[in-house]
């Protein structure tokens, strides 16, 4: 392997790794504020700075998508994966979200085909088969103790799976920056709308308040955390190329158990661990028998 490439691939840990920092961070708000509140103010200030970056590259002319229902479902399919992972993060250890919500590049495989007119081959369907019971093994405890609350993760993985589709559909309709710029554009007014259902539903993990100035201040951390995330992911992608650092994203969850384990004093057992084991094989089959199908990367940062 070339210096290259290494550099590449440590940039890109670095990068998936910030992600779970983040996710840990957002879980330390539990019960402080609404994840959907977190989520529309942690979306705003990411969107605000993308946008002043890329007037300053761009101008104008950098906000005119070519075709905006495309860019409207991109936004709608994170703003729904964003909301959904949350409020998972919420209510169930972090390790234990982050592994249902790998099932997402499984999902992407398989649902390539019939949106998109890609083969779905062989191995595709047996790392599906393989995912699936990986998901079996992690929902086996929280769907007693969360009921259908334990199916969030999926739900964001879908709606994940659904966007990076989306982004392959939009590829080539401008650049990285403005396809950032689009989405979170249009996930930030969504989630607020989210909030101020969220807030009206009467469910008390929901309501929003006045914030603590430390709340306010973890939500600009997660932005950052994020954006630098993407930035280092696209670093390690020009320097060692997507198939080669697809891998890499799995550092996320060791970091998640890590944190989990660390800040909340949530340790999986072993058969969770086995079917984050197992979920992760899935992803790697994919990895290894199609590049292309690989988990995503600068994708996978938008969270």
Known sequence: MQDNERTGLLLAMAGFASLSVGDAVIKTMSGEWSPLAVGALRFTIGAIGLSVLLFWKEGARGFRPSHPWLQLARGFCLAAASLCFFCAIYLMPLA?????????????????????????RLPTVVASVIALCGVVLVLRPNLAALGLAAFLPLASAFFFSMMIIANRASGGQGSALSMQVFVALIAAPLLLVAAVAGHWSGIPMLQVSVPDWSVLARCALVAVTASTAHWLAYLGTMRAGAATIAPTTYIQMLVAITLGWWWFGDVPDAVTLAGAAIIIGAGLILWSSTPSAAPATAEKVQR
């Open 96 to 120: 234990s979200a982050m592994a249902l919500a790998f099932v997402a590049p499984v999902l992407t495989a398989l649902f390539s085909g019939p949106l998109l007119g890609e083969k779905v």
